[in-house]
C-alpha cells in the first residue's frame, strides 16, 4: 500500500499550496485513494476519498475544502452533490463525462486506469468534471492523453516501470507531462512526490478498447 506525501505548488508561479498526505491501495473491486490536506502552515485544508471500481471508473469520490463538500459517482456519466458550508444549500450536477478531476494528485492515476494506454495507443481524448479550488465549484473540461514513453529504472525493490503522459487541453491548446509509477504521480504541474515510504503498485492491464472512444 503506497502511502506518502505530495507537495502541491502554483503551477505558474510555484507559490507554495501545502502538502496532501495520502495512502492508496488496489482491492478486488478496484482502486482506492484517501488523502488529507495541509496547508504551507500545517493547518488542515481539507480531504479527499476516490474509489475506481475494476474499470477505472468512479464508484465513489468524496472531496472537502474550504467547509465545502462534493459527493459523487458514476451514474448516466457523472453525478455529484456540492453542499455549502450551511450544509443546507446542496446541489446536484450530472454531466455526460467519463470521469472526475480536481486538484489532487488521484485524479491523475484514475484517468490512467480508466485509458490504459499503451504506448502504441492513439490520442485519447477524454471528458471530466473537475472541481476547482478553493469552493470546489464544477467545470467540464475536454482533454488528449497519450503514453509516450514507459522506461524501467533499477531500484533497490527491483526495476520501477515509470510512464510518461502527454496530456492536452483540447479547449486551451495548453500541453504539460504527467510523470507516474504504478499508482503514484512522481512529477505533473503543481504537483512533485515528497515521500514515499512503500513502493508503488502495479498498473493494470491494458484493454484494446478504451472508453473515452
Do not use: H, Y
Given at each position: 500500500m503506497p502511502r506518502g506525501r505530495y507537495s502541491l505548488h502554483d503551477p505558474h508561479d510555484r507559490t507554495p499550496l501545502g502538502d496532501e498526505h495520502f495512502h492508496c491501495a488496489p482491492g478486488p473491486s478496484g482502486w482506492r485513494y484517501v488523502a488529507q490536506r495541509t496547508a504551507p502552515s500545517g493547518d488542515p485544508l481539507g480531504s479527499a476519498d476516490l474509489a475506481l471500481d475494476e474499470l477505472g471508473r468512479p464508484i465513489r469520490l468524496e472531496l472537502h475544502a474550504g467547509g465545502w463538500q462534493i459527493r459523487g459517482a458514476a451514474l448516466e456519466g457523472v453525478t455529484w452533490v456540492r453542499t455549502g458550508p450551511?450544509?443546507?444549500d446542496a446541489a446536484e450536477g450530472n454531466v455526460r463525462a467519463h470521469?472526475?478531476?480536481?486538484?489532487?494528485?488521484?485524479?491523475?492515476?484514475?484517468?490512467?486506469?480508466?485509458?490504459?494506454?499503451?504506448?502504441?495507443s492513439p490520442e485519447t481524448r477524454i471528458r471530466l468534471v473537475t472541481f476547482t479550488d478553493p469552493v470546489l465549484a464544477p467545470l467540464t473540461v475536454d482533454q488528449s492523453w497519450a503514453l509516450r514513453d514507459s522506461e524501467a529504472h533499477p531500484t533497490d525493490n527491483g526495476p520501477l516501470l515509470v510512464d510518461t503522459y502527454q496530456v492536452s487541453d483540447l479547449n486551451t491548446g495548453e500541453r504539460h507531462t504527467v510523470h507516474l509509477a504504478g499508482d503514484v504521480v512522481l512529477a505533473a504541474p503543481g504537483i512533485e512526490l515528497e515521500d514515499l515510504e512503500s513502493p508503488p503498485s502495479p498498473k493494470p492491464a491494458p484493454r484494446q478498447e478504451h472508453p473515452a472512444e
Open positions: 450551511t450544509g443546507t470521469a472526475f478531476s480536481g486538484t489532487s494528485p488521484a485524479f491523475l492515476v484514475a484517468v490512467t486506469r480508466l485509458l490504459r494506454l499503451t504506448p502504441d
